[in-house]
């Protein structure tokens, strides 16, 4: 019986092809929609996740003052790094930074750039991975070498793309460097910043060579590496209080420094983006509601179309029960096709769009089946009143309708 009713239904969409494309298409833009938003957030949300590991494995940094401004408040020594790394748990490494701004002299080149000081254990915290020459040692961060280390954004300006700069020298300021390597292509980071449009020297360089501060508390930022599994929020917790103890702040005082966590930060855009991907989700399943009126609507007219072919079927012996269950079949027909159809429909759309945002393209097969299930669920639900209506007709009366 219900191979039976699902043929007829399947005659009638055939018969009336334009109408039910029109009554289903209600349909296919509420599953296409929902469809690509999930599938595009998803994208997103991978993408944010992938820039801020580029930053660092595991990694927080110690910044003075409250959020991203200093505000006058002072830095860190390198026995602030030191205390650190002896008296923290859960550490792995830790690295001073300095940072400066300059411009980069190449024979008839220049380009401005920011100049990073640092030591060694800076490139395994951050993740930086060597494309040709070498990484300067600690050997020369104790001697405060002219060395460094540049990015491809400055190998394209300086030298061009393709050429090694290794061995080459470089004016910065008042200082000339020797170019010992070239770092592997990173791409924008978390915040949408280049990457790889910087110069990493030891830090040591920097304040000898380059900005006059000499010894104490002159490192900017502390970069600290966690260990695999260690708890970021327990290391950020106890670097919180060594710092205040260090710099003698009472109980009532605010601290003059803040801890950034970058998977806390992973965390937070993720779970952003996730609500806005779900409410932009919620949105677009208006549309699916709006194509169960249709269906409903095109059913109730095909109820009083065929009232007489029903009133026929009844007279000669189908139950009410059977001619319920054509109609809702009908119903459930239609609404399925415009899911399958939104299905297709949404795949192009997030091959294309993946593309134009720059996020990957996820494939789901969840929310796909989600949506499939919800369409056919609609149908059920829209198409129940009109096959109730038909079930119910007196076959007399159906009979006598012209």
Known sequence: ???????????????????????V???????????TM????????????????????????????????????????????????DQVAGIS????????NGTAVYQENSH?????????????????????????????????APVCVIGETIRKELFGPGVDPVGEKIRVKSTTFEVIGLTALKGQGGFGDDLDDNIITPYTTVLRRMSGRGNGQNINQIMISGREGYPSANIVADVSLLMRERRNLTPNEESNFNVFDSQQLADVISSSTK?????LGAVAGVSLLVGGIGIMNIMLVSVTERTREIGIRLAIGA???????????????LSCVGGVAGILLAYGLCTVLAEVVGAPFLFDPKINLIAFVFSAAIGILFGFMPARRAAALDPIEALRHE
Do not use: C, H
């Not at 490494?93 to 400066?100: D, M, N, R």
């Open 25 to 35: 298409i209600g349909i296919v833009i509420g599953v296409a929609a929902v469809v």
């Open 275 to 279: 609500v806005m991907t779900s409410l």
């Open 319 to 333: 139950r009410a029960r059977e001619v319920l269950l054509q109609f809702l079949v009908e119903a459930v027909t």
């Open 93 to 100: 490494s830790t690295a001073p930074f300095v940072q400066t």
């Open 112 to 144: 401005s750039f920011d100049v990073q000081g640092t030591t060694a254990n800076y490139f395994s915290i951050a993740n930086w991975e060597i494309g040709l020459g070498r990484f300067f040692t600690d050997a020369e961060v104790a001697e405060a």
């Open 1 to 23: 019986m219900l191979l039976n009713a699902l043929l007829i239904a399947l005659r009638e969409i055939r018969r009336n092809l334009t109408r039910s494309f029109l009554t």
């Open 38 to 85: 999930v599938t595009l957030g998803r994208g997103a949300t991978a993408t944010v996740k992938q820039q801020i590991s580029k930053m660092g494995s595991n990694l927080l940094i110690l910044r003075p003052g409250q959020g991203w401004g200093s505000w006058g408040a002072p830095q860190f020594s390198m026995s602030d790094v030191k205390a650190i790394e």
